[in-house]
């Protein structure tokens, strides 16, 4: 079994919530599910599209070619014609091919505003597929609680106007137990949380926002909208200062604004990390959606020479692992880390099961006779943590042992080198982290990075490749890669392809696109075959 | 420019009932179109500026989010050099989060070096295009997504930032309050702001129909009813000092405004509502007092 779902509609209609609440209704008969957002940057009409593909195996993508479209506006018709491959739904207000629904006529009857005609559509679904009403039932009150009774008695409304007119597509039964459904921001956040985050901070910015949305209503951690990203990233870095695990999160734009700081917490060895939602660039791009252009902007945010670790998630789950991943390194070498990932992970949905990994404390010195040694030249360069009480100067300039100002060259030469040897150590570490991770068997190999390896393995398993997904970008360690293998991401120039081509000497089949679209199964095939 | 029937718009994807359409519509036509428009990022530019249209019928520049105030003064500076001050005058629209929040670094730069610009900022409380995110100009008891509404928290907590006081602390010519419920006085106020050569401000309070959750239709009633009740002083400062204010006949308590918007139903019902309440209530008592909004006797 396996089915890719298109809610379309504009901007209002309550698209992506019909998105996420069928991935929930197929999971809580044990289905995987995928669920790709594309949205405009719009404040109403436009054009909202919900990909959902339910599947009985474990599906990371959707697909381009749709089983089955749900269309709530006339004109949004004509942009989906050429992917329907199957049945259409549509409001009966406007004229199209398939089975109409009186979507507006129900909504009106009810008097509730228009967006509920995505519970009709859910009902309507739920009899074609042959999906027991309970489930639907379940699964809005689960998701709206007390405020689920209106999309409840419309969902039956379709359920109901189905079952007299059309014929079912399938039966769909239980398969197993209920699966969770998070979105890859969801991940970042509980990730983060597993590995002992006590404060984040953000500015709104787009695509990643929902983070600061969840974690503002959790009460296990403090987080708090700053004024700005400049602010953002400060307010971090003073949570960290004050001995508390702390991050932020932006995109390009907002990233940008923080590279200032990301030196200082290098040079101070102030414990940050910050989450890089990458979208189209330059500048605003186009601002919803997705890109791999920023991976240089990661690797060397800001002046100066300081460890940094930089990783990019290649699934949802890995988002969750990776984030704990970061945060935990990040407080084991005191310097700053950076998730990198994207619009089309961070806003995607899937159904999950996270890994096990704990919050890895480091010990923290909370009071000191006179000034604390907080830089003390060791042989791994990691000196001890201490925080307020503890008399702790942390300073942007180059300083001694006690972090007071110098500009002596012997002892820069030695703190400066310090700071570095740190970078020994983390590249010893990652190398035992999987730095990459391989995946399938084959003759000829397709290197890739962040959310490209839904598409990529899928399209491995069917033509035989295998794939090597790059996770730690810095420090890079990359294996074995022959001549003439395939690297697919989504920039213009194949940003990791020519790093990999310097690095191993030799030359990679770029597949690229720039046009803020992921790739899906069906296009990268035929741009491997052609 | 004379056969454009309007300088922004038709096509603009504001929500039917949103309020600062109105307030950039009299601002160009009370200038004749004679406008470079400055625009921040925000709603205002996302529906005025989206994919394949752009509405305004004057020369513009988004200027990303939190440099408004500074090209604003790149323009001025370029204008005066090169003696090319009579061919429009330089205008500002910002929303409250890149003009109380990210901006206001360089709105304080602006001012100060007293830029020939007229810089308006719509106040529609949040940051509404991102998803209804609190900004420095929420007002305390509104539910935003980043302050939501809980067991402990009843909605944004602390104060909203008073812009007039700060644009005034910077020793500009011109400083006013306007609001979209009363386009004569905004319309007066754009006038009487391009009288002065120097920075002015103009800070437009502007109802957004989502973000507040109030009906498209009541728009005017809710920004009107934000002046009635006090809680929205109209008030207009001339080289510093306070010159008029818009004297209220029969004051309303802040409830009337409260309870017709979705963002502060809660506090009707919260066990800290009422406290939030009376603080409202407080502060347009206070409003009062400071602006003299009301005849004495």
Request: some cysteine.
């Amino acid at each position: 079994m396996d089915y890719n779902i298109c809610f379309a509609g504009a901007a209002g209609d309550g698209i992506k919530e019909a998105g996420v609440i069928t991935a929930k209704i197929f999971s809580k008969l044990g289905y995987h599910s995928f669920i790709y957002q594309e949205y405009q940057s719009l404040i109403r009409g436009g054009h909202n599209a919900s990909i959902v593909r339910v599947s009985d195996k474990k599906v990371r993508t959707h697909r381009y070619y749709y089983d089955l479209l749900i269309c709530l506006e006339d004109y949004i018709y004509k942009i989906h014609e050429r992917r329907v491959k199957g049945e259409v739904i549509y409001d009966a207000k406007f004229q199209c091919k398939g089975l109409a629904v009186p979507m507006t006529e129900f909504v009106r009857e009810e008097h509730e505003p228009l967006i509920f005609r995505n519970a009709v559509a859910i009902g309507v679904l739920a009899f074609l597929f042959g999906i027991d009403f309970e489930i639907v039932k379940k699964t809005f009150f689960d998701e709206y609680r007390d405020k689920a009774e209106a999309d409840i008695i419309l969902a039956r409304d379709g359920f109901e106007y189905a079952k007299d007119n059309f014929e079912k597509i399938d039966e769909v039964e239980k398969i197993g137990e209920e699966r969770e459904v998070y979105s890859g921001n969801e991940a970042v956040a509980i990730g983060m949380l597993k590995a002992g985050l006590k404060n984040y901070y953000a500015y709104p910015m787009t695509p990643t926002s929902p983070i600061l949305h969840f974690l503002v209503k959790r009460d296990d951690v403090i987080a708090l909208q700053a004024e700005s990203e400049i602010s953002a990233i400060m307010m971090a870095i003073g949570s960290a200062y004050a001995g508390n695990k702390a991050a932020t999160a932006s995109s390009g734009g907002g990233f940008a604004l923080m590279t200032e700081s990301i030196s200082l917490a290098g040079m101070a060895e102030i414990p940050i990390m910050v989450v890089l939602g990458q979208r189209s660039a330059p500048s605003t791009g186009m601002a919803t959606y997705t890109a791999q252009e920023d991976l240089y902007f990661a690797l060397n945010p800001a002046h100066g020479e300081f460890p940094l670790i930089v990783a990019s998630p290649f699934s949802i789950e890995d988002a969750f692992l990776l984030s704990a991943t970061l945060l935990n390194l990040s407080w084991k070498y005191q310097t700053p880390s950076i998730l990198l990932s994207e619009k089309h992970l961070l806003e995607s949905y899937e159904t999950v099961e996270f890994s096990d990994i704990r919050n890895e404390e480091i010990e923290i010195v909370r009071e000191s006779k006179g000034i604390f040694k907080r830089y003390e030249i060791t042989d791994s360069g990691v000196s001890p943590y201490a925080v307020p009480p503890a008399i702790v100067k942390a300073n942007s300039n180059e300083h001694d042992e006690f972090g007071i100002t110098t500009d002596k060259a012997e002892i820069a030469e030695k703190m400066y080198a310090k700071r570095m040897r740190k970078e020994e150590m983390i590249e010893r570490e990652v190398r035992n982290l999987e730095p990459y991770f391989i995946y399938g068997r084959g003759e000829e190999t397709i290197v890739t990075w962040g959310s490209n390896f839904g598409a990529v393995a899928e399209v491995a398993d069917e033509l035989g490749f295998k794939v090597i997904v790059i996770r730690f970008l810095r420090p890079l360690i990359i294996p074995n890669i022959k001549d003439n293998s395939i690297c697919v991401e989504c920039n213009y120039k194949g940003l990791l392809a020519r790093i990999i081509e310097k690095e191993k000497g030799i030359l990679l089949k770029k597949i690229l696109r720039w046009d803020g679209r992921p790739f899906t199964p069906d296009e990268l095939k035929e741009r491997i075959k052609n | 420019m004379n056969d454009i029937r309007s300088y922004f718009g038709p096509g603009h994807g504001a929500c039917p009932g949103c309020g600062f359409p109105i307030a950039v519509k009299i601002t160009l036509e009370t200038l004749e179109g004679k406008a470079f428009v400055v625009n921040s990022t925000g709603c205002l530019e996302i529906v005025s500026s989206m994919y394949g249209r752009n509405v305004w019928a004057v020369p513009y520049i988004h200027s990303l989010f939190e440099n408004a105030g500074a090209v604003a003064g790149g323009i001025d500076a370029a204008l005066k050099a090169l003696g090319r001050k009579n061919e429009g005058h330089v205008v500002v629209f910002a929303g409250d989060g890149a003009t109380a929040d990210i901006g206001i670094g360089t709105l304080s730069g602006m001012f100060d070096r007293n830029h020939d610009v007229l810089y308006i900022c719509y106040d529609n409380e949040a940051y509404q295009n991102t998803g209804n995110q609190q900004s420095g100009l929420t007002p305390p008891g509104a539910s935003t997504t980043t302050t939501p509404v809980g067991d402990l928290l009843p909605g944004k907590m602390g104060r909203k930032k008073d812009m007039i006081g700060i644009a005034v602390a910077h020793g500009i010519p011109y400083v006013a309050s306007a609001s979209i419920a009363f386009p004569n006085d905004l319309r007066r106020k754009v006038k009487r702001a391009i009288e002065f050569e120097g920075a002015k401000y103009l800070h437009v309070h502007a109802p957004c129909v989502t973000g507040w959750g109030i009906d498209g239709k009541l728009t005017v009633e809710v920004a009107r009813l934000a002046v009635e009740t006090g809680l929205y002083p109209l008030v207009e400062y001339e080289n510093g000092r306070l010159v008029r204010v818009m004297k209220l006949k029969k004051r309303k308590p802040v409830e009337e405004y409260l309870k017709i918007q979705r963002r502060f139903r809660h506090l009707f019902k919260h066990p800290l509502g009422e406290k939030i309440i009376k603080e409202l209530q407080q502060i347009a008592d206070e409003n009062v007092k400071r602006y003299g909004l009301e005849d004495e006797g």
